[in-house]
């Protein structure tokens, strides 16, 4: 698996304020826009399931967007998670958001140092002697 990699997504996803029901379930926009992505993100490869921690830098276009920014993280992240191109968010240390030019959401994906983040982390026993061979 490689360190680093770009990942593609063309359509916006749901607000957060629109991603979820009232009793916290997926909603119906949730589940088509979640089904939709998952065929999108089929070809594209990224840094892995891991574990190990990792990084993102998301590029949302700007045109046609209103509203909250950070609205769309959730969804982003989960969708990632779920198509096994990055590790579980749990292991996610560094995320960066930011509008652009482009017509389409640009992921950009890094694989994170073991050594500074488990130390920052305060990485358990258990943590390390999981991820440690990710790292070979």
């Known amino acids: 698996m ?11 996803p749901p607000s957060v304020n629109e991603l979820y029901t009232r009793d916290h379930r997926l909603s119906k926009k949730g589940r ?5 992505v998952s065929k999108e993100l089929l070809g594209q490869h990224g840094i892995g399931k891991g574990p190990f921690y990792w990084s993102m ?7 046609g967007v209103r509203g ?9 992240t989960d969708s990632l998670c779920d198509a096994g191109l990055v ?3 749990r292991y996610l240390v560094r995320c960066m ?15 994170g140092s073991f050594t500074m983040w488990s130390e920052i ?7 390390e002697r999981i991820m440690r061979p990710n790292y070979s």
């Not at 982390?121 to 943590?127: C, E």
């Open 2 to 12: 490689q360190d680093d990699a770009r990942i593609t997504i063309t359509t916006l």
């Open 68 to 76: 909250d920014l950070m609205n769309f993280e959730k969804a982003l």
């Open 32 to 36: 088509s826009w979640k089904l939709m």
């Open 97 to 111: 958001y930011e509008f652009w030019r482009g017509d389409h959401i640009s992921v950009d994906v890094h694989k």
């Open 121 to 127: 982390r305060g990485a358990s026993k258990h943590t």
């Open 57 to 63: 830098s998301v590029f949302i276009p700007a045109k």
């Open 87 to 89: 590790p579980d968010d």
